[in-house]
Structure formats: C-alpha cells, structure tokens
T-cell receptor, first 113, second 112 residues
Framework: DAGVTQSPTHLIKTRGQQVTLRCSPK?????VSWYQQALGQGPQFIFQYYEEEERQRGNFPDRFSGHQFPNYSSELNVNALLLGDSALYLC????????????FGPGTRLTVL | QKEVEQDPGPLSVPEGAIVSLNCTYS??????FMWYRQYSRKGPELLMYTYSSGNKEDGRFTAQVDKSSKYISLFIRDSQPSDSATYLCAMSYGTGGFKTIFGAGTRLFVKA
C-alpha cells in the first residue's frame, strides 16, 4: 500500500516564475492538506482540499492556489515566486470522516533564486 | 505570541537516557494533540496522537496532555541513536488534519 507520494522531489525556479507541485494521497484517503516548512521551522498550513473544494485556508496570499481531482490527487500552484517561497512543501492526506490523522509525504524542496 | 511554543534545542543526551520534550499552547480550543518525528530532509512521521487530556503510551514513547496548564509532553525511554531527529508537536481543533498548528520542532541528538 503506497503512502503519500509527491513530485517532483526538488525544484529550482527563479523569481517571478510559476510552479506546480503534485501529490497523491494514501490509499483510502480523500482529504489533502498542503504545508510550507521553512528551514528550521515547523510546517505551516496552507490549505486543505476535500471533495474537490478548498475547505480550509491558512494565512497565505492568493498567489498560492490549489486543485483536487476526482481521484483525490492534488496540485499546489504558486505564482509570481518570491525568494521567501523557498521551502519544503509537504502534502498530507487524511480521511474526511472518522478520527484518522494525517500522513505526510516526503515533500518537494523548492528553491527560488 | 505564537499559538504553539516549542523549544528548538538542540537537545543532546547519551544513549539510554530518558528524553523529555515539551510544548505550550495558548488556544484552549485545541482538542487533538500530536507528536511527529522528522528526519533530515524527510516528511514528518506521526508518533503519538491524543484526544483531550491524559496519558498515552506506545512502546518507549509516552505522551501527556495537561489541558488545564496548556502543556503537552513527549517522553522517550531508553533513547537510541536512531531517535536522533526533530520532534514536532502539533495541535488541531478537529480530526483529519483540520487546521493543524505545529510547533517549531526540537532537534534531538542521542549520542552512542
């Protein structure tokens, strides 16, 4: 049973560019959350998708957007990249019902030059 | 003031020692309390999950939640070099990762 998978593993972009990160949830999970983890910090909640809609959002600007597909996989899009967007982007999946907690993927390390 | 405070360490202990990791929080609405372990350049791995106050034990790990003091702890008994990692406390208002707030993480080094 595959856990949460993310692609790509690493990414280098320049300021002003746009980036798309991808996530496949753990089998049986229908909810995907995205987090940004800066170096030396804990993960910060960006948003959560359930039933193809954004259900919750953290304190991130509109440059950060997402999408969830019918197979529950998800994309995180970041426009107009800033140097400060350099971080590890983590995807976590969970079940929309019950008391399951979330399971994290290995992350995508984004470097903005 | 941050919602969740966690001492970043680093904390260095000899092999076999009992490790105590702690977090404080300010929002009494938190109901679910988690501890994650994160190895370098990896995603966090769930270690312990507790609902409301009380203790929970799993092998060498014990999690304690004191909601009256807004204080949670993770104890690691008989620590091993393989326990060397960053330990993140996390809290949420609901299940399924609903608006989870993480501490900054404590770096732990267990010396052989």
């Amino acid at each position: 049973d595959a856990g949460v998978t993310q692609s790509p593993t690493h990414l280098i972009k320049t300021r002003g560019q746009q980036v798309t990160l991808r996530c496949s949830p753990k089998s049986g999970h229908d909810t995907v959350s995205w987090y940004q983890q800066a170096l030396g910090q804990g993960p910060q909640f960006i948003f959560q998708y359930y039933e193809e809609e954004e259900r919750q959002r953290g304190n991130f600007p509109d440059r950060f957007s997402g999408h969830q597909f019918p197979n529950y996989s998800s994309e995180l899009n970041v426009n107009a990249l800033l140097l400060g967007d350099s971080a590890l982007y983590l995807c976590a999946s969970s079940s929309g019902t019950g008391t399951d907690t979330q399971y994290f993927g290995p992350g995508t390390r984004l470097t903005v030059l | 003031q941050k919602e969740v405070e966690q001492d970043p360490g680093p904390l260095s202990v000899p092999e076999g020692a009992i490790v105590s990791l702690n977090c404080t929080y300010s929002n009494s609405a938190f109901q679910y309390f988690m501890w994650y372990r994160q190895y370098s350049r990896k995603g966090p791995e769930l270690l312990m999950y507790t609902y409301s106050s009380g203790n929970k034990e799993d092998g060498r790990f014990t999690a304690q939640v004191d909601k009256s003091s807004k204080y949670i702890s993770l104890f690691i008994r008989d620590s091993q070099p393989s326990d060397s990692a960053t330990y993140l406390c996390a809290m949420s208002y609901g299940t399924g990762g609903f608006k989870t707030i993480f501490g900054a993480g404590t770096r732990l080094f267990v010396k052989a």
